[in-house]
Each structure stands twice: as C-alpha cells, then as structure tokens.
C-alpha cells in the first residue's frame, strides 16, 4: 500500500509560480512511475507530468511543456512540480498519482503510458492551484 501527501498549492496571479510537492509512503517499488495530473469542473483528468525510476525520464504534456518541471527527491521518496509562467488555464485541483512497483516491460512503455489514468494505483487527495488574469 502506498500513501501519497501532497503540498503547495495556492493561488498565484498570471505569470506566477507555484511549486508541488508529493511525499510516497510505503512500497513504492525500485521501478515505477510518480506523476501529477490535474482536473477542472470542466475537463476530465489529464495528465500534467510523469517521472519515471531508476531512469529519470521525464514526460510532459504539451500545454505545460517549457513552464513546469518535474523531479525527484529518492531520499524522501518525493516529486516536486515547478510551475513558472502559470496562466488561469493552469487552474485545476492537482494530483499526485504513482503506480506502486511495475515491471520492466511497463517501465520500458512508460513514454507511451505516462498520461493513462488506469495505470497509477494510487492518488493523493489533490491540491487546489488557482491563477487569476
């Protein structure tokens, strides 16, 4: 069973930045992925960032390519997501998501498979980011 605690967000105005923050508790397994996906009352879930270990490799989508940045911290079994140049169309309660320990050949689709929903097994309770114009 993994737990997943998630920090920081707030409200920023357009241009600001924010940065989340996810801490895993329990077995997160030598190779999975963390990521952080984001959902407004209109709009389904959608993938915002993914991490993949051991690799490092990192995923985006397209609308936040260049503005945020993901990244790791292994000691505390954590993820950070830097968002700079936030606009109101970043506006969404954010979520940690992991999948618990996966095997090579998942690991090894991860570029295809970071932003599928069904393949995180765990979630955390989601954060609020806000970016007014």
């Known amino acids: 069973q993994v737990e997943l605690v998630e920090s920081g967000g707030g409200s920023v105005q357009a241009g600001g930045s924010l940065r989340l923050y996810c801490e895993a508790s329990?077995?997160?397994?030598?190779?999975?992925?963390m990521g952080w996906f984001r959902q407004s009352p209109d709009k389904e879930r959608e993938g915002v960032a993914a991490?993949?270990?051991?690799?490092?490799?990192?995923e985006y989508a397209d609308s936040v390519k260049g503005r945020f940045t993901i990244s790791r911290d292994n000691a505390k079994n954590a993820v950070y997501l830097q968002m700079n140049n936030l606009n109101p169309e970043d506006t969404a309660t954010y979520y940690c998501?992991?999948?618990?320990?996966?095997?090579?050949?998942?690991?090894?689709?991860?570029?295809?498979?970071?932003?599928?929903?069904?393949?995180?097994?765990?979630w955390g309770q989601g954060t609020q980011v806000t970016v007014s114009s």
């Open positions: 998501a992991a999948t618990g320990p996966i095997l090579l050949r998942d690991g090894l689709r991860f570029r295809s498979d970071w932003a599928v929903r069904r393949g995180y097994n765990y």
């Open positions: 329990g077995n997160t397994g030598p190779r999975n992925y």
């Open positions: 991490i993949y270990t051991p690799g490092g490799d990192t």
